[in-house]
């Protein structure tokens, strides 16, 4: 049977967790919060990307720039998978 003893200790209990929950809670909004406002200053003080910016004179918004750069770094990851190839089968450059 239930006392009012164990029935005040269920109270308080189920009170404690309601109490600890909420501040969890609230600490957890609060640490997204500020994570938002770090993410958002980054953001503002970061420069723009170079390869987002247009190539002056060429009218096409940096188009041909960021192709031109993808194709240099598709050359050298193929270069370097070569070289790894070669090492991988003994032969000395």
Do not use: Y
């Amino acid at each position: 049977m239930l006392t009012s003893t164990d029935f005040l200790i269920a109270v308080c209990a189920l009170l404690a967790l309601a109490v600890v929950s909420a501040t969890i809670l609230v600490g957890w909004r609060n640490w997204l919060e500020f994570k938002h406002r770090e993410l958002d200053l980054r953001r503002a003080a970061a420069p723009p990307q170079p390869s987002s910016l247009p190539v002056p004179g060429t009218g096409d918004g940096g188009r041909f720039a960021r192709e031109g750069a993808a194709r240099i770094e598709l050359a050298d990851l193929k270069e370097r998978v070569r070289r790894l190839e070669a090492i991988a089968n003994g032969v000395d450059l």
